[in-house]
Every structure is written in C-alpha cells, then in structure tokens.
C-alpha cells in the first residue's frame, strides 16, 4: 500500500494503509466508518434502479459495525432505496439525499424540515424533465431531488447540463455535478461534508470511502478535524472511477480499483481489528 498523507500536513512518518488500520484498531471503538454508496459499494450501472451493492463490501461492513463506533452511509440516494439494497443490515446509519434524510440503526426515517416544502417542485421539474429532455436521458425523481443522467446517451451531456443549470436558476436550486449525472436539490445547507463534520465532532478517528466529486466534501471534513486535533486519524479513500476519479484520487489519501477491490480491502482490514 502506498503511504497515506494524513491531515492537511504530511504525517513525520507516513503511515500505509496496514498501519493506519492498526491504529485504528486501538481506537476502534470511537472510530467512525463512512461509505458513499454509489461507484463505492456498489458498481455504477446504467439503469440506476439496477444497482446492487458488492456482495463482499456488504458482508465485511456487516462485520465491522459491532467493531467500530460508528458505520455510516452517506449518499445521494434517498433513505429506503439504501435500506432496500443492503437488507436490513443492522447496526449502520442512513443518510440519503446528501443528508436531508437520516435514519439510524433501523430507525424511521426523518426528514430536513426545510426540504419538506420543496417536494411539489421537485414533482414538477421531474415531470417537466421527462417532457422537454430528448430521448436518452434518465430522469431520476428522488422526492427531494431530481437527477437527470445521460450515461447512456454521453452526447447529450452539454445540453443536459445547459437544461439543467438554467432551472436551477429560474427555481433557486441548487446544482450537484456527478458521474454523467446533474442533480437539482432544494437550497438547504445539507451536504456529504456537513453530515460527516457533525456526526465526527465525539470520535477519535474516521475513515471516509468514495468515487465522486460530492465525496470531496466529505475528505475535507475529515481533513478539517485532522488539523484542529493532532490525535484525531482521518483517512480518505478514493475508489477509482473513469469520469470524476483523477479529481477525486488526487484529494485522497489512496485509491481502491473497484467496489468488488474495496470488498477485499475491508475484509483485509477485519484482520487488524479486534
């Protein structure tokens, strides 16, 4: 494994990834782990009502929950399509929609009161999506958000993006850039990084897994605690990806292939820990 660079400072002695899951396991219990869910636990596909998580990420992360503090998915999906896909795993907290949605360890869902009055325009764009975007691009209604993708039509990516953008203006929403994919989102102060730099404030270490520019945030969360607490052990892990992935490699401490990679990488990781 390649060196990490910990914190906004190289470390005095780098550490690679055995070492920092060591020291992880000497602080395990107040340890967070947090995964993005799309390109991270789970392969992109074109269809993205078609997605299914690594069967090996998923039963590593079943067995790392009762080890560490805290596990975490935090994505751009809404709620119950997570609880959906990963069976009822017990023990991991829920945060859809870039965290206007949360539910923990099993419980029901809440919802970011000021997102609530969004809903019926979000219903509208959607609707309205399907009515003047040209064949070929996938309109995603996630009650909160509307994502328009165009993976399976890459040519169609400017003028996606150019509709998109010129909604968002007219209705006062805000734009999240992905993977061949343009979110439209209600103007909340919810995203990846504030949900990790609230639930880390008590714990003494996180590692952060993601593919996408979103996941960013999340890695300077994470780089922010670092440097306001020496003893704290923020680990960024880029899993790679052909569209946003140099971007998001570069503001990594290191990089997985595939979320089959990561799979592996976590049970690697089971052995370090008690």
Known sequence: MPPLNLGNQPPKTPLNADQAWRITASRAAGTVLFFDFDGTLAPVDDDPTAVRPAPKALAAIEALAPVVQRVAIVSA???????????????VDLYGLYGLEHSHSGGETVTEPAALPWVPTMAELADLARAELPPGTLVEFKRLSVALHWRTAPQLGSTVQQWGQAQADRLGLRVQAGRMVLELKPPVDRDKGMVIGEAIKDATGAWYFGDDVSDIKAFAALRARAAADPDFLGVCVAVANPETGQEVATAADLTIESPAALGDFLTQALTHLP
Not at 79 to 90: K, S, W
């Open 77 to 91: 999906r809404p709620v119950e399509f997570l609880r959906d896909q990963l069976g009822g795993l017990a023990g």
